[in-house]
């Protein structure tokens, strides 16, 4: 069973940057499809960006982030990335990291394994 932990939230202002890590503990993300989602305060979760696990080459971005954020996986050190430029105030969130076995998914609900989030805070 993979564990799921996400590290590398925190505040930053307005255009700045952030690098989010996604590791798999317990487990490997071998065969696994990794996304990031987020949870905007009084929002629902909302798909970010997902990675595929046999190329690191299909990422998958919703439009509000795309050009801005890059997502990148690192087989060998059981990791992936997420790095975030060019930030703005609505991209505060909580993010989580998931893991699912298989192809990548925009919903949520087909993802097994969770992190237990990071926050990430944008100030104007």
């Known amino acids: 069973q993979v564990q799921v932990v996400e590290s590398g939230g925190g505040l930053v202002q307005a255009g700045g940057s952030l690098r989010l890590s996604c590791a798999a503990s317990?487990?490997?993300?071998?065969?696994?499809?990794v996304g990031w989602f987020r949870q905007p305060p009084g929002k629902e979760r909302e798909f970010v960006a997902a990675?595929?696990?046999?190329?690191?080459?299909?990422?998958y971005y919703r439009d509000s982030v795309k050009g801005r954020f890059t997502i990148s996986r690192d087989n060998a050190e059981n990791t992936v990335d997420l790095q975030m430029n060019s930030l703005k105030p609505e991209d505060t969130a909580v993010y989580y990291c998931?893991?699912?076995?298989?192809?990548?998914?925009?919903?949520?609900?087909?993802?097994?394994?969770w992190g237990q989030g990071t926050q990430v805070t944008v100030s104007s």
């Open positions: 990675i595929a696990w046999w190329s690191g080459a299909n990422t």
């Open positions: 317990g487990g490997t993300f071998t065969g696994h499809a």
């Open positions: 998931a893991a699912r076995y298989g192809t990548y998914s925009d919903y949520a609900n087909r993802y097994n394994f």
